[in-house]
């Protein structure tokens, strides 16, 4: 017989429980006293933007799941099992990935909110297009990040307004990215292409394209999937971001003072009220404006392919590093563990206070990589605009301009085998502590050989994250059979 936890569940998992146990009826936000109008859709739409980055889902600890699974990092302290991928997760980070399942759903519910309400208000008709595909676009975010790691899950498509909807089966992997591709063709026609800085974490139609892009790459669907790349390449307008140096890395992309660029295409913003604390992850207490506070939790992983490094790369001196300069100048190098990630810093923080450098979700590199990939997937060959969307992203690692060729280009001499190699590499490099490594891994069915080349042992119970307990429970049309393997 199933336990029923159903309140506290549900008011995880949803939002209209804010004030069910309030006295006070003026603070329970109802159908009668909200959306009204305009100011009321964006107040809710702004609401499900909200579940970006305010809790465990996709920072911190979604992201420590991610990161520690990741081959290049390990994870230290309570984070340890996470990187431990011959046994299920032990119980303190079981509970992290259910907290991040639940303010998934969080941010679902609030999406379904803003579409079923919406739609009633007496507004601008363009206006309210742009709400209802962003929303829609959100859904869809937030349902890929479940199909991804947990496989098939519920689907809920409707606000949580009654216990009776408390029934949901989980749904197969193949429903859920059916809903996630519909949702964004229906969300992609009335985004909007671009938005002022003062609205840079908003996503346009071109951030839509790039999720539908990914969705086509973990689906196979290889010419989808190239050909929504190469849109967002042609037309977008974004430019890679020329680098010089290591540290235009953290100057013009990473920087805590850095709003935007023009490779950003959607980001997680953060400031100084809204701030990140992934840096307290990644560093130790030292001088220098690194890590203040930090306990150092995710420690590079040098038998993965950060030991064989070329230097050269500017990305290699920017994502670690082994040594910090003190105010005086005094160069201090570090103890053990040795390097450490060196991405997110902010000197300007308080001792053990949040960061403000925004967290990347897509960059014009990534559209650049999926069409290498998918268009020599979808051929079985290179063509000579795939090693050149590949030789783009490495040109500009080594200082040089993407657009034109380079002393350090790939040639033309590659297998389709060693080429495909080369883009998941890339990828690697590119997007170190950006949560795409692992998902890499998964949909490309290499964590296993990967992950064993590093040195550790592999079960197939780290290829998915347990469903949560309290939804097994309390959902009626879901069993213990429901359970991922291993749980």
Same mark, same amino acid.
């Given at each position: ?228 790349? !190469? ?31 023009? #490779? ?101 590199? !990534? ?53 495909? #190699? ?48 309290? #939804? ?16």
């Amino acid at each position: 017989m199933k336990k029923l936890y159903i309140l506290p569940i549900i008011c995880i998992l949803f939002t209209n429980c804010i004030g069910i146990l309030d006295e006070d009826p003026k603070s329970f936000i109802s159908r009668t006293n909200f959306y009204r109008n305009e100011s009321d859709a964006f107040a809710a739409l702004h609401g499900t933007y909200g579940t970006l980055g305010s809790g465990s889902f996709p920072t911190i600890w979604f992201m420590a799941l991610l990161e520690c699974r990741a081959d290049y990092s390990d994870g230290r302290g309570s984070q340890v099992s996470i990187s431990n991928y011959s046994q299920p997760l032990d119980a303190s980070n079981q509970v992290r990935a259910w907290n991040s399942y639940n303010e998934i759903y969080q941010g679902i519910n609030r999406a379904n909110a803003v579409l079923d309400n919406v739609p009633a208000i007496v507004m601008n008709e363009n206006t309210k297009k742009q709400i209802l595909a962003e929303a829609k676009f959100l859904r869809a975010f937030f349902y890929s990040n479940l199909v991804k790691y947990w496989s098939g899950v519920p689907i809920r498509e409707k606000e949580f307004t009654d216990f009776a909807q408390l029934p949901a089966p989980r749904a197969s992997r193949q429903e859920v990215w059916d809903f996630i591709l519909n949702d964004l063709e229906d969300a992609i026609p009335d985004m909007v292409n671009s938005f002022p800085n003062g609205q840079a974490g908003r996503a346009s139609s071109w951030s839509a394209k790039m999720l539908l892009a990914d969705v086509y790459l973990n689906l196979q669907n290889w010419q989808m999937a190239a050909a929504v790349a !190469e849109d967002v390449i042609l037309n977008g307008g974004y430019e890679f971001v020329a680098i010089n140096e290591p540290d235009d890395f953290h100057r013009k992309i990473y920087g805590p003072d850095v709003i935007t660029h023009s #490779e950003n295409i959607w980001s997680i913003q953060h400031s100084e009220t809204n701030g990140n604390t992934i840096a307290q992850f990644l560093h130790r207490t030292q001088p220098g404006g690194y890590g203040v506070g930090g306990f150092f939790a995710w420690v590079p992983v040098m038998t993965s392919f950060l030991g064989t490094w070329d230097k050269n790369d500017f990305r290699q001196n920017y994502n670690t590093y082994t040594f910090t300069t003190a105010p005086s100048g005094q160069v201090i190098p570090l103890p053990s563990p040795s390097p450490l990630f060196k991405k997110y810093q902010d000197g300007t923080a308080a001792s053990g206070g949040a960061h403000r450098n925004n967290v990347p979700i897509f960059r014009l590199p !990534e559209a650049y990589l999926i069409y290498a990939e998918a268009s020599a997937r979808a051929s079985n060959s290179v063509s000579p605009l795939a090693l050149d969307r590949l030789n783009a992203v490495r040109r500009r690692a080594y200082g040089y301009n993407p657009l034109a060729s380079s002393p350090v280009d790939y040639t033309s001499a590659l297998t389709f085998d060693q080429f495909i #190699e080369l883009v998941l590499q890339e990828r690697g490099y590119e997007f170190i502590l950006e949560m795409k490594r692992w998902n890499d891994l998964l949909r490309t069915g290499k964590a296993k050989v990967v992950i064993e080349a590093t040195g550790k042992t592999w079960s197939d119970v780290s290829l998915l994250f347990p469903i949560p307990v309290d #939804e097994i429970n309390n959902n009626p049309a879901m069993t213990d059979e429901d359970q991922n393997p291993g749980y």
